[in-house]
């Protein structure tokens, strides 16, 4: 199966800061990669998907970037409704895997 | 509004078994391939298994970790999507979420979830 490994597992930024979380796949994965936002309790939200589609109603300030193995995504001015948890998933090929997760927190 | 709720959570036995239901509102249910995942507490994300729609043969597919012991069916008649779950371990504890296969759009649509606890 692939590994995902985003990076860093924890991230601490204030509101206005441009923020970038790195995922890097064990193999290639083409484009087929999603990002998700999931806060406390709640289910995961898809943000961003085929590495840099943003999905409907999502803002854009949120964006996807990369192909193969390595991609990023970057939040350009960072909310207070953005400390949340974010997930890389990668759905090449199964099963579908996902990073271990980069938890955004208030500096 | 397109909705996915999952149900039949709770506490069970190591060894038994438990069904839950998916029930899909506000889109044409039997177009989708539809997925479950789950999150043990405290954890991330791990994909259960899914099942195609029809039109791709219905059929399904499982994470290893459960391979032989859940089972996804579905019902498009009444738009719902089940994952039985049977010899469950104590590492089955998570919360299941079911989910909208959205193909290139991966995973577009998400239930709230549901607890499914397995201890003695």
């Known amino acids: 199966d692939i590994q995902m490994t985003q990076s860093p597992s924890t991230l601490s930024a204030s509101v206005g800061d441009r923020v970038t979380i790195t995922c890097r796949a064990s193999q290639s994965i083409s484009s087929w990669l999603a990002w998700y936002q999931q806060k406390p309790g709640k289910a995961p939200k898809l943000l961003i998907y085929?590495?840099?589609s943003l999905e409907s109603g999502v803002p854009s300030r949120f964006s996807g970037s990369g192909s193969g193995t390595e991609f990023t995504l970057t939040i350009s001015s960072l909310q207070p409704d953005d400390f949340a948890t974010y997930y890389c998933?990668?759905?090449?090929?199964?099963?579908?895997?996902f990073g271990q997760g980069t938890k955004v927190e208030i500096k | 509004e397109v909705q996915l709720v999952e149900s039949g959570g709770g506490l069970v036995q190591p060894g038994r078994s438990l069904r839950l239901s998916c029930t899909a509102s506000g889109f044409t249910f039997g177009d989708y391939a539809m997925s479950w995942f789950r999150q043990a507490p405290g954890k991330g994300l791990e994909w259960v298994g899914f099942i195609r729609s029809k039109a791709y043969g219905g059929t399904t597919e499982y994470a290893a970790s459960v391979k032989g012991r859940f089972t996804i069916s579905r019902d498009d008649s009444k738009s719902i999507a089940y994952l039985q779950m049977n010899s469950l371990k104590t590492e089955d504890t998570a919360v299941y979420y079911c989910?909208?296969?959205?193909?290139?759009?991966?995973?577009?649509?998400w239930g709230q979830g549901t607890m499914v606890t397995v201890s003695s």
């Open positions: 085929k590495a840099s």
């Open positions: 998933q990668q759905y090449n090929s199964y099963w579908w895997t």
């Open positions: 989910t909208r296969d959205g193909a290139e759009r991966a995973f577009d649509i």
